[in-house]
């Protein structure tokens, strides 16, 4: 049995998120849908929005073409929130092979389907998914009642993170043979070792941390904690309770119930809380968000379809990938901010993709893609990785893709 990944068109919520990625990208409770397929041992390929088609040739040669499947085949939509009890179900729908659908909320979640199926070329299109639901109502695929849940808007990357993190996290400490330092902290580098200085709580949860990790002096570790191998924590971090730091991450300040995605940069004084923070993000000096509303009341959000009531209390700032903060930038609760955007001052509102953002100095402008393509060879540089004709394309692409939406002045920002 072979595994295909499909994105439906309501990824299009998970924007800006998931605007320079898939959705089975998107780390979510300690991994991504895709880390979390290793468990299933299938070959893994995949339908993509065109715009990141390339890259995904280029980086996990996962391309899926329609017609007819030559096998049993596993269907599972990119925006499934990789949990424990979610890759077991999976994995004993792999087992079965039992022809099958699950959904979520009327969207396809998963579906196992015979050889001689027809997959549409694009099922990310609405008519492309179309096809692909007619195609199992002809093939009289029966639906079951298996729990598996969708990402839909930004905020669930952080609902779901805290829900799943600590199970995702003790699972796989559970099933490898990591190096247990001292009660709760293990390391994946056996010659790992944790100065004194270092303080680490483990009453709430374990803490892993993967190999080539830097950590400073007067810092306070509480789990459930993952650091990402080469990151950096610097000298009085605070890191606690469900937080997720990327490979090659650098951070500092205080972080709390967050995820942090590889390359990115929140190195200085700040409280980041309750947050998504894409990749190749950097937050200046002092940047801080706030997840509670004064009122203590529940969070709402305006997305495109309209005002969402998240049911969370605590919710902070959601960031796509290669957005920049100045330093002492001050994001309020909730705030959906865009990939590839540059933000200064008070953060009072969501944020465009390809915005410079400084309303509070009366200015919010279009920042070109040019800019964002000169600035990520630079991040690249510094990192020793080389920019690829298909990095530089996939930016013009999205600025492309969010051009209407946007609807900037296109002149310089003037500070």
């Known amino acids: 049995m072979r595994t295909v990944l499909f994105e439906d068109p309501l990824v299009s919520q998970l924007d800006p998120l998931a605007l320079a990625r898939?959705?089975?990208?998107?780390?979510?409770?300690?991994?991504?849908?895709?880390?979390?397929?290793?468990?299933?041992?299938?070959?893994?390929?995949?339908?993509?929005?065109?715009?990141?088609?390339?890259?995904?040739?280029?980086?996990?040669?996962?391309?899926?073409?329609?017609?007819?499947?030559?096998?049993?085949?596993?269907?599972?939509?990119?925006?499934?929130?990789p949990t424990v009890a979610t890759i077991r179900t999976l994995n004993e729908l792999v087992q079965l092979g039992k022809q099958c659908v699950v959904r979520n909320r009327d969207q396809i979640a998963a579906a196992v389907v015979p050889a001689g199926f027809p997959l549409p070329l694009n099922p990310t299109d609405s008519d492309g998914y179309q096809l692909l639901k007619r195609a199992l109502d002809e093939f009289n695929v029966p639906d079951e009642d298996y729990s598996i849940h969708l990402l839909r808007d930004p905020h669930d990357l952080v609902a779901e993170h805290v829900l799943n993190f600590a199970d995702t996290l003790e699972d796989r400490i559970a099933r490898n043979d990591f190096t247990q330092l001292a009660d709760g902290v293990f390391v994946t580098d056996p010659n790992t070792t944790i100065d004194s200085l270092i303080r680490c709580d483990t009453s709430k949860g374990p803490i892993l941390i993967e190999e080539n990790v830097s950590i400073g002096p007067f810092t306070y570790l509480r789990g459930p904690l993952h650091i990402g191998k080469n990151a950096i924590i610097n000298e009085h971090a605070s890191l606690k309770?469900?937080?997720?730091?990327?490979?090659?991450?650098?951070?500092?300040?205080?972080?709390?119930?967050?995820?942090?995605?590889?390359?990115?940069?929140?190195?200085?004084?700040?409280?980041?809380?309750?947050?998504?923070?894409?990749?190749?993000?950097?937050?200046?000096?002092?940047?801080?968000?706030?997840?509670?509303?004064?009122?203590?009341?529940?969070?709402?959000?305006?997305?495109?379809?309209?005002?969402?009531?998240?049911?969370?209390?605590?919710?902070?700032?959601?960031?796509?990938?290669?957005?920049?903060?100045?330093?002492?930038?001050?994001?309020?609760?909730?705030?959906?901010?865009?990939?590839?955007?540059?933000?200064?001052?008070?953060?009072?509102?969501?944020?465009?993709?390809?915005?410079?953002?400084?309303?509070?100095?009366?200015?919010?402008?279009?920042?070109?893609?040019?800019?964002?393509?000169?600035?990520?060879?630079?991040?690249?540089?510094?990192?020793?990785?080389?920019?690829?004709?298909?990095?530089?394309?996939?930016?013009?692409?999205?600025?492309?893709?969010?051009?209407?939406?946007?609807?900037?002045?296109?002149?310089?920002?003037?500070?």
Request: glycine share 10%.
């Open 241 to 415: 309770d469900n937080v997720w730091v990327g490979n090659n991450a650098k951070v500092g300040g205080e972080v709390e119930e967050s995820v942090i995605e590889p390359f990115s940069n929140k190195q200085h004084h700040g409280f980041l809380g309750h947050s998504y923070i894409g990749s190749w993000v950097n937050l200046g000096a002092g940047t801080s968000n706030s997840d509670l509303k004064n009122t203590y009341g529940q969070i709402r959000i305006d997305y495109d379809y309209g005002r969402c009531d998240t049911g969370m209390q605590f919710l902070g700032c959601m960031i796509g990938d290669y957005t920049k903060s100045a330093i002492n930038t001050s994001i309020f609760t909730g705030k959906v901010i865009g990939a590839c955007s540059m933000l200064y001052g008070f953060i009072t509102t969501n944020v465009p993709s390809f915005a410079n953002y400084a309303r509070t100095f009366g200015q919010v402008t279009e920042l070109p893609a040019d800019v964002l393509i000169d600035t990520q060879r630079r991040m690249f540089t510094r990192r020793r990785i080389t920019q690829r004709p298909i990095d530089i394309q996939l930016l013009r692409d999205m600025n492309e893709l969010v051009r209407e939406k946007r609807q900037l002045v296109e002149e310089r920002l003037a500070l």
């Open 22 to 81: 898939p959705a089975y990208l998107l780390s979510c409770g300690g991994t991504t849908l895709y880390g979390a397929l290793g468990a299933i041992v299938t070959p893994v390929e995949s339908y993509v929005r065109p715009h990141l088609r390339a890259i995904e040739d280029a980086d996990r040669t996962l391309t899926a073409h329609g017609g007819a499947v030559p096998e049993t085949t596993l269907l599972l939509n990119g925006a499934v929130v």
